[in-house]
């Protein structure tokens, strides 16, 4: 499996369900991306659509 790595980008809202994201060290336009309040919540969210494919 790929590297993921990990952003914390906190949005100028009060939503912070985006405030981390999780993508492969491989990603290119069009592949999964997770988001998430937090760290491992964005890198289960990738995971989980990883799966999915």
């Keep these: 499996m790929a590297k993921i ?3 914390y980008d906190p949005k ?3 939503d ?3 405030d981390w994201s999780a993508v492969t060290e491989d990603y290119d336009l ?4 997770g988001y ?6 964005a ?3 990738l995971l989980m ?3 999915e494919d």
Excluded: H, Y
Excluded at 36 to 41: D, H, I, L, N, V
């Design 16 to 18: 912070r369900r985006f």
């Design 36 to 41: 998430g309040r937090t760290e491992q919540e």
């Design 5 to 7: 790595i990990t952003r």
């Design 30 to 33: 069009g592949s999964p991306a």
């Design 49 to 51: 659509q990883i799966e």
């Design 12 to 14: 100028p809202i009060p």
């Design 43 to 45: 890198i289960d969210d």
